[in-house]
């Protein structure tokens, strides 16, 4: 009897670890792949002069102004944001600077500065969207390509929505 004991609990022991492993959050992101995806993420990546994020205000603004970072956080441009209505807002990057500048393709980062009426700050929500292409293990965190960016599968907020 002790024997029977020992194995299931052996057993049960091997199935937590096979949960736990990297490569199960990788299985059960896949079904992930070809779905149109929405994730919380200030990065987005610069490819053939082309970069999208969304952002969300959860009230109108009197202003707002974006500005795009490189990746050791220099910032490259900085405009009026498109728009300064309450939702969701997009705004496309053509990857060049304030000078006019073409900027190589890589991993850049959106800031919101954006104000009430009366002054006060409004903090956006910023996501980037498109179709998830791949999933790989990156130092222990399941990583999905969504686009032509990476983000945590924990930042996903949406599968399948438009």
Same mark, same amino acid.
């Given at each position: 009897?002790? !024997?029977?004991?020992?194995?299931?609990?052996?057993?049960?022991?091997?199935?937590?670890?096979?949960?736990?492993?990297?490569?199960?959050?990788?299985?059960?992101?896949?079904?992930?792949? !070809?779905?149109?995806?929405?994730?919380?993420?200030?990065?987005?990546?610069?490819?053939?002069?082309?970069?999208?994020?969304?952002?969300?205000?959860?009230?109108?603004?009197?202003?707002?102004?974006?500005?795009?970072?490189?990746?050791?956080?220099?910032?490259?441009?900085? !405009?009026?944001?498109?728009?300064?209505?309450?939702?969701?807002?997009?705004?496309?990057?053509?990857?060049?600077?304030?000078?006019?500048?073409?900027?190589?393709?890589?991993?850049?980062?959106?800031?919101?500065?954006?104000?009430?009426?009366?002054?006060?700050?409004?903090?956006?929500?910023?996501?980037?969207?498109?179709?998830?292409?791949?999933?790989?293990?990156?130092?222990?965190?399941?990583?999905?390509?969504?686009?032509?960016?990476?983000?945590?599968?924990?930042?996903?907020?949406?599968?399948?929505?438009?």
């Amino acid at each position: 009897m002790t !024997g029977v004991q020992q194995q299931l609990l052996s057993n049960q022991l091997l199935q937590q670890l096979v949960n736990a492993s990297p490569a199960s959050g990788v299985s059960s992101a896949v079904s992930l792949i !070809g779905q149109q995806v929405t994730a919380t993420s200030a990065t987005a990546n610069l490819s053939n002069g082309s970069a999208s994020w969304t952002y969300n205000l959860p009230s109108a603004a009197s202003s707002a102004t974006v500005s795009v970072a490189n990746s050791t956080g220099q910032v490259v441009y900085t !405009g009026t944001a498109p728009s300064f209505a309450a939702g969701a807002n997009t705004f496309s990057w053509n990857g060049q600077s304030n000078s006019g500048v073409q900027l190589p393709d890589g991993t850049y980062t959106l800031s919101v500065a954006a104000t009430d009426s009366s002054g006060g700050a409004i903090t956006p929500t910023l996501s980037v969207s498109g179709t998830a292409s791949s999933v790989q293990n990156v130092n222990g965190t399941t990583m999905v390509t969504v686009g032509s960016s990476q983000v945590p599968v924990s930042a996903i907020t949406d599968v399948g929505g438009s």
